[in-house]
């Protein structure tokens, strides 16, 4: 059984456009993670959600909204799609907010 | 804010040479620190980890010990085969902080 479950793994889409990111871990944890990672490979946070509350919004265009409709579930949701938004998006859990942090896959975004 | 700070590469090296990713933290208290591992197309897996001061982590050949005295949790393996060409990120995280990590070493080994 996979930990941290996203799909889609691959998406194009042209710029301007909504899509959603999908989010499932079956790990039980209470906190999970939104990341960006760029081309050099940097990871960004971009969320965290402990017990379905937001406990951290780095300076992320509000254009990205995460929607948490339990606490094993965290979508992204990204509104007008610029090309500047293409990357790898990961999600991640943890329990305690410390612990080791379980990825996902990883979602590769571009923007065309 | 917490951080940690590893060494940029990219880094070649032969197969079997000796290995060494160096890491420090900058912190208010004693985060628990993590090296974790991305294999080409996947996520990051933890490879390691140490939560106090003197702890070794260690796995699958690799080696990192937390030490107080220079801030560093340097990670190195003996002998390195082509499988663990891939990208590695040192982290760290304290109770109530968020998670945080370097910026990568890519490493490739040839044979």
């Known amino acids: 059984d996979t930990a941290v479950s996203q799909t889609p793994k691959y998406l194009v889409t042209q710029m301007g456009n909504d899509k959603s990111i999908k989010c499932e871990q079956n790990?039980?944890?209470?906190?999970m993670y939104w990341y960006k990672q760029d081309s050099k490979k940097f990871l960004k946070i971009m969320f965290s959600y402990n017990n379905k509350e937001l406990i951290i919004n780095e300076t992320v265009p509000n254009r990205f909204s995460p929607k948490s409709p339990d606490k094993a579930h965290l979508n992204l949701h990204i509104n007008s799609l610029e090309l500047g938004d293409s990357a790898v998006y990961f999600c991640a859990s943890s329990q305690g907010g410390i612990a080791e942090a379980f990825f996902g896959q990883g979602t590769r975004l571009t923007v065309v | 804010g917490d951080s940690v700070t590893q060494m940029e590469g990219p880094v070649t090296l032969s197969e079997e040479a000796f290995l060494t990713i160096n890491c420090t933290y900058t912190?208010?208290?004693?985060?628990?620190l993590f090296w974790y591992v991305q294999y080409p197309g996947e996520g990051l897996q933890l490879l390691l980890k140490a939560t106090k001061a003197d702890d070794k982590g260690s796995n699958k050949g690799f080696e990192a010990t937390y030490r107080k005295e220079t801030t560093s949790f340097h990670l190195e393996k003996g002998s390195v085969q082509v499988s663990d060409s891939a990208v590695y990120f040192c982290?760290?995280?304290?109770?109530?902080?968020?998670?945080?990590f370097g910026t990568g070493t890519s490493l490739t080994v040839i044979p």
């Open positions: 912190a208010t208290g004693y985060p628990s």
């Open positions: 982290a760290g995280g304290r109770t109530g902080n968020q998670f945080y």
């Open positions: 790990l039980g944890h209470d906190t």
